[in-house]
């Protein structure tokens, strides 16, 4: 149909001759894409509201505002799929429903941007896609199996648990722990008191702050894992690795070895940082620990 009018298009175009209103219209619709169908909901909320989202695969952007009041805008391009967002109480549940069997993984999907008050607490699960958050300060619990986690200003306890998807935690402040199969993880410019992050393929980066009393636990099986320091760090510091390297590129005092001689695939180094008070313990199997120079 559409070789069809522009064929009629082109006829009409030709010197003299005018395409009338109505052919133009139509012309017009057959050759614009249909518009992905749209959800937008508005939900009054008392103090700490919880989000709980569902999406099998999309973008989601999780962001807060001054209002008390949660708004939920979805779009998706498929009929295999619809959006649900409902209100019980002062708990929001946003869902993806798959309508059909043996749906078609491209269709399936769905973007959220969820825009909620700064003291919710929010509970996400996004197969594949991307999940950001920003400016959260309640608890916050993501689990993804491919997608990735941006997480950036968060307060409250932070637990994000991935199987291939990579996690990025710029200014994670609360307590944090972030486990991940194959994922990669990175925590920039934090000022956690607790941090547990594991990933057994993936790589991790570690340049946040050490909080006086805190305890910072950073393992993965394989891959580089990499801390940097300041000199003003006061920290207790424990690197290991059973069949790996550590290499000490921050110019850390390693303690007087322990009489008892460790294996001699092990490396591993023991200091105390200034007063020592933050406690600090990296393990790899046969990954390489590299401790630098924050700045470098």
């Known amino acids: 149909m559409i070789q069809t009018l522009l064929a009629f298009y082109r006829s009409a175009s030709r010197p003299g001759r005018i395409l009338p209103a109505a052919s133009m219209a139509l012309l017009a619709c057959a050759t614009t894409p249909a518009f992905a169908d749209h959800l937008e909901r508005h939900f009054a909320v008392s103090p700490r509201p919880v989000i709980m989202v569902h999406n099998p695969s999309g973008k989601l952007t999780i962001q807060s505002w001054s209002k008390r009041e949660v ?6 391009g498929s009929n295999e799929v619809g959006v649900e967002a409902d209100q019980k109480g002062n708990l929001i ?16 999907r769905a973007d959220y941007t969820i825009t909620v008050p700064q003291d ?18 309640g608890d916050t619990a993501v689990e993804t199996q491919t997608a990735g986690v941006d997480l950036e200003d968060i307060g409250g306890y932070l637990n994000v ?11 994670c402040n609360g307590r944090v722990v972030i486990e991940s199969i194959s994922g990669n993880l990175r925590l920039l410019q934090g000022h956690s008191p607790s941090v547990r992050a594991r990933t057994d393929r993936g790589s991790i980066f ?8 805190g305890l910072y636990v950073l393992n993965n099986y394989s891959g580089p894992i990499e801390l940097l320091f300041s000199p ?9 690795s059973l069949r790996g390297q550590v290499n000490n590129e921050a110019g850390v005092t390693p303690l007087v070895r322990s009489p008892v001689r460790p ?6 180094i023991m200091s105390n940082i200034n007063d020592g008070l933050a406690h600090v313990e990296v393990t790899s199997f046969n990954g390489t620990i590299n401790l630098n120079k924050r700045g470098e």
């Open 161 to 171: 648990r991935t199987v291939g998807g990579s996690v990025d935690c710029i200014r």
């Open 93 to 108: 549940e946003i869902s993806t429903r798959i309508l059909v069997q043996n749906a078609r993984p491209e269709n399936i």
């Open 206 to 213: 570690f340049d946040s702050d050490f909080v006086a009393d």
């Open 71 to 76: 708004m939920v805008i979805a779009d998706h």
């Open 120 to 137: 919710a607490e929010l509970q996400v699960h996004d197969d594949a896609g991307t999940v950001q958050v920003i400016r959260v300060f």
């Open 232 to 240: 003003s760090d006061s920290v207790t510091l424990r690197a290991t």
């Open 263 to 268: 294996s001699r695939y092990v490396q591993s």
